[in-house]
Structure formats: C-alpha cells, structure tokens
C-alpha cells in the first residue's frame, strides 16, 4: 500500500498557479531575454489623431476602407481653362473651319468643299506629363481627335484630296492623338478612343479596349484588355457632348471617355517622339462634318 502512495504521488503533481507558471516560465528563458521589450512591430498602435478623407470625412483612429471620391469632370483643383469660350487667344486657326459660337468652339467643313486634316493649335503651353479634361460633340460624319505632345510644321505624309491647296502646315500636327469618329462605318465606330499616332508611320498604338506596351527598340505589345472593342463603343454619345480625359505621365498615356477608360499606351523609350513636350490642339477631318469643343482644362505637372 504505502509503494502504491508514493507511485501515485509521482505521477500526479500539483497544479501550478498562474503566477508561479509565469515565473517558472520567465526562469528558463536565456538571460537577459525576460527584460526586454516587446517588439514595436507587436505593440498596439497608439491612438492617431483625426484623418480626414477625401471627402471631408473625420476618420479616428485606425484607417478605414474607404472608396474613392467620385468620378466628377467638374473637379478642377490644380486646373486652369486654356479657352476662353469668347475668343481664340492663345490659339492657332484656319478662320475658313474653326469660329467661336456661344462659348464653344466649332470646326466645319462642308458638303462640296474638300478638305483633308486641319487643326486648331493652343500655343500657350507646351506641357509632357498633364491631366486634360473637356467636352466634344462631333455631328454629320467624318471624325477628328485631340492632339497632344505634338509639334507643328512637318510635311504631311498622305495625299491632299484633289483640288485642294497646298496645306499650310502651321495648321497641321503631329504627334499622339485621342481619336473621335462619327460612326460612319462600322470601322470608324470603333476609333474612337484609341491611341493614334497623327502624321507617322506608327499608327495606331493601342486600339479601344487595350492596354499596350512598347519597350526600347521593341514595336507595341499588348499587355491587357480593357473590355470588348464594340462593347465599350456603348459609352460613346452620337451628337451629344461627351466627357474626355487624358492623362499623360512619362511614358504612360490614357485616354478616358465619360469616365470609362477606352486606351493606354505605355511607350517605355525616353527618348521617343511621343515621350516629349508638345501641343495641344484639336483636329477635324474629312468632310462634312461638325467637331465642337467645350470646357478645356488643363493641369500640368511638369
């Protein structure tokens, strides 16, 4: 009986308290390990001081998930107008096509009265990386596009329409160009949007719906898919105004149609003719057809 005690006796210890646990735990630990600090990484944060949102909104605390502000063309913090809506100060224009009327600006060519390319050129800046926001409205046929980071002066490399005077290439730009057609064909339907290269042989570089990539001595990749070429022809209002962004920084250009994105190209050659400073301006081709443009605004970051 008392050998039966003394097995159970070793079998069964007595609980430890918390305390002694605790104690008996810190003992085995290497020394000088037990008096050290938790780690800043574990620590609770500290209560911060109010944040506010992008909305005005008072957040405490921790950060919270938050969606974006929302899609505004209105929003014009950092903007300035770069047409006045009485007068073409600051612009270059053929007063045969372009007229100011009610605070818009209007490029005309007639049934009858061939004319090829023409352009409008703001000379007031010459911005690389911005943010450009307006209004267009294109009616009757033919299409036309927003210049920028373009120059002026080179020779024109398609032919005139028969007839027709020599260009005067004051009026004629090159460079990178968001496209806008009149749906006259099936084919020009899907234009508009894209990223087009005016007056080169590059063409178009990222149709509606893609996101392309060009690297050093490489010619363009498609690296992503926006959405269905045709599909996103839906966001494209026929003879009413739509809103039309592009931004513009380095390399990587984006062209936005009433708030749905339609083209990126990413052009990864400093040096390349679409990566330098240039004009804006506004084009309007083939005849006849009726480009109207409102609400220009301009943000730059270079």
Known sequence: MTASRGLVARLVRPRLSLGAALTLCLAGLPAGLSG???????????????QTGPNGEKYIGMPKFHEPAPYDINEHTGYHQIFDGSSF?????DPGIWRVENGVMIGETLEGKPKGNNYIVYKGDKPRDFDLK?????EKGGGGGIQYRSVTGIPWTRPQP???????????????QADFWFPV????????????????????L???????????????RLVANI?????????VKVNEWNDYQIIARGGVMMHIMNGQLMAVFIDDTKDSVNNQPGLIGFEI??????????????????
């Not at 600090?37 to 911060?48: D, F, I, K, T």
């Open 36 to 50: 050290q600090s938790v780690p800043p990484a574990l620590e609770s944060p500290g209560v911060r001081p109010p």
């Open 89 to 93: 100060q600051g612009w270059d224009a």
């Open 134 to 138: 307006l209004q267009m409205k294109i």
């Open 162 to 176: 028969q007839g027709q005077p020599p260009y005067d290439l004051k009026f004629m730009m090159t460079g990178p």
């Open 185 to 204: 064909t099936a084919r020009t339907s899907e234009y508009t949007g894209q990223w087009y290269s005016e007056n080169t042989m590059q063409g178009i």
């Open 206 to 220: 990222a149709y509606r719906g893609q996101v392309t990539q060009a690297l050093p001595g490489q010619t363009n």
């Open 227 to 235: 959405g269905d070429r045709q599909a996103l022809g839906g966001y």
């Open 285 to 302: 081709e083939s005849q006849p057809c009726k480009i109207s443009v409102r609400n220009i605004w301009l943000r730059k970051f270079d």
